[in-house]
C-alpha cells in the first residue's frame, strides 16, 4: 500500500467537457472560476485543460500536467485516456465534475470514480455541478440516476450561477482537509 505525500492528500481531480461545448471560451470562464476556487481551499487540481480557450491552449496546458502527447492520432486518444484514469485511479482526495454540457469523456471519468472500490481502491467524494437550464436538453439520466445504492459518496449539485457553485464546492471541501 502506497503511503500518501501531503501533496497526494490534497489533490483533486477536476472534469468537464471539452469537445461539446456549444462555446469553448465561455465554459473556459466558468471552468477556471470552479478549479480557482478548488485551489483557494488549498487543494492542488491534476490539471486544468478545461479551462483552455482553444483547443490548442487546451492541449498545452494537458500536456503541463500529463508530458508531452503523442502526435500520432491514435496514440494520442489511448494515451490521454490512460493518463485521465490513472489520476481519477491515483491518490486523489475528491473528484469534482463539472457536467453542464454533454460528454462522453466526462461520463467515463465519473464512472471510474464511482468504481474505485470495485477496483480495490478507496473510496473519495465525488461532486457533481450542473449549471441550472445551461443545457437545453437538460442533465443526463446516466448522471441523474447515479443512486446514493451505487455511489454513496456522489452528490449532484445544481447551481445557478458562479457565486452558487463556489459556495457549492466550498461546503464540498470543507470536511475534506
Request: proline share 4%.
Amino acid at each position: 500500500m502506497k503511503i500518501l505525500s501531503a501533496d497526494d492528500e490534497m489533490k483533486v481531480f477536476y472534469g468537464a467537457a471539452i469537445q461539446g461545448a456549444k462555446n469553448r471560451e465561455e465554459r473556459s470562464k466558468v471552468h477556471q472560476f470552479l478549479i480557482n476556487t478548488i485551489k483557494k481551499q488549498g487543494f492542488e487540481v491534476f490539471t486544468e485543460h478545461t479551462t483552455g480557450k482553444s483547443y490548442k491552449e487546451a492541449i498545452e496546458k494537458l500536456e503541463q500536467a500529463i508530458g508531452p502527447i503523442p502526435k500520432n492520432s491514435t496514440e494520442r486518444r489511448i494515451y490521454v485516456r490512460n493518463k485521465m484514469i490513472e489520476a481519477i485511479e491515483g491518490d486523489i482526495k475528491a473528484v469534482i465534475f463539472e457536467v453542464s454540457t454533454p460528454s462522453l469523456g466526462t461520463g467515463v471519468e465519473i464512472a471510474h470514480a464511482y468504481l474505485r472500490p470495485r477496483l480495490g481502491l478507496s473510496a473519495v467524494p465525488i461532486l457533481a455541478l450542473y449549471e441550472k437550464d445551461y443545457w437545453p436538453n437538460k442533465l443526463s439520466t446516466m448522471i441523474k440516476g447515479i443512486s446514493k445504492e451505487i455511489a454513496p459518496l456522489f452528490t449532484l449539485k445544481e447551481y445557478e450561477n458562479l457565486d452558487d457553485g463556489k459556495k457549492i464546492i466550498n461546503e464540498f471541501l470543507i470536511d475534506l482537509k
